[in-house]
């Protein structure tokens, strides 16, 4: 049976696709029980499916495909599920690839939230509301902290594009070698990991000993300092966003009539936590000769 002439036709209506959708009904119903026993649809059917053009149906005219709108590819759908719904969920799953690859392209989340099927889950609780075992336990846990890292996955994009709050950066750091750490320490995260390797060699790990560290070294800058960023690299994602490059001061230090000239080769990276960009990890050191004057 020929259910389209030309499945590449980029004039083809909507009605003509329903129509080709309603004459492959009866042919998905004859086949549940091979369906059934296969736990796939059968080679015939998939090549019917290619000859209606169904698995292009959003691909992108421009590309050869239909590109109807998401109203009519579910219409479509619902006709061959009157037939056999196992069969018209499993080949929708299949037709639906160029609208995944398009939400992956955009970094969009395609899923709605993460589900755990559970077989004979009366016997992961006992008769106390207590999980009864560790195997439950941590079948459980593995769940939650997937449900956890989906929450913060589809969690509110950043309000500032990154590089427009890499100026409040610069603008946090010229107020924290002036001697005034707060602007720094605002821009920080306050939830672990966080870490900071300073220009001394230390590491300092979670986020409230970096702003100890951080107000700590406020303290050692005085008024009349001169500083800007010279950013060889960045970058932003939904979650992560990065800088790399060299810092520039003339610095004014408790204890020195002088300002003291430095250069700190740094990189810094930001979390997206609930809109906001958040320092999370800062590594700095003096470029050589700098070194041995601070």
Known sequence: MTIAPDVKSQDVTTEELLERARALRPIFSEKIEETERLTHIPEDLHEQLQEAGFYQLLTPKRYGG????LPTYV??????????????????????????????YLDLAVMQQPEAYIR???????????????DADAMLSRFMQAFAAWVARVGTAAAVPFDQFLRQREEASLAYINGDPEPVIALSTRTDPASFFPPSGDRVIGAKSVDAANRKGGQAFAKGSTGRFEILASGAG?????????????ARMQGKDAPVPMQLRTTEIFRNEGGEWKLVHRHADFIKDDAKQA
């Open 66 to 69: 239909h590109e109807v709108d």
């Open 238 to 250: 939904r979650d992560f966003a990065y800088w790399t490059g060299v810092q520039h001061a003339a």
């Open 75 to 104: 219409k479509i759908w619902t006709e061959i599920a009157r037939g056999d719904m196992s069969g018209a969920w499993n080949s929708c799953l299949a037709a639906n690839h160029a609208l995944r690859q398009s939400f992956v």
């Open 120 to 134: 004979e889950a009366d016997k992961l609780v006992d008769a106390h509301g207590k999980v009864a075992g560790p």
